[in-house]
């Protein structure tokens, strides 16, 4: 059974930084690929950023290209996100998700974080 649980969301002023952290537990191929959404007030779910099992497939947002970094554990099984520079735009609950290698379906996800920016 898969089970991940974020951890580090808070309210934090623009320009500052965050961490979250996604603890994964379950077979490593359905963790394969963990991926950090978040979901904004009446917006959709946005994919920010991904990272798989090999330290490949690492994909970002464009808007959190240079200000977020995704990194992985595979000892501790845990997914971080530094969010550095953060703006009110960042504000969403975020989520984490995995899913096997090869499959489009992200079919896991984590309870969420909400992540607040202050102007």
Known sequence: QVRLVESGGGL????????LSCAASGPTSSTWVIGWFRQAAGKERDLVATAS?????????????????????NAKNTVDL???????ED????????????SGDWAYW??????????
């Open 91 to 102: 504000t969403a609950v975020y989520y984490c998700s995995s899913r096997p290698p090869g």
């Open 82 to 88: 530094q969010m550095n520079s953060l703006k009110p």
């Open 12 to 19: 934090v002023q623009a320009g500052g930084s965050l961490r």
């Open 53 to 73: 099992w090999t330290g490949g497939l690492t994909y970002y947002l464009d808007s959190v290209k240079g200000r977020f970094t995704i990194s992985r554990d």
């Open 110 to 119: 984590g309870q969420g974080t909400q992540v607040t920016v202050s102007s």
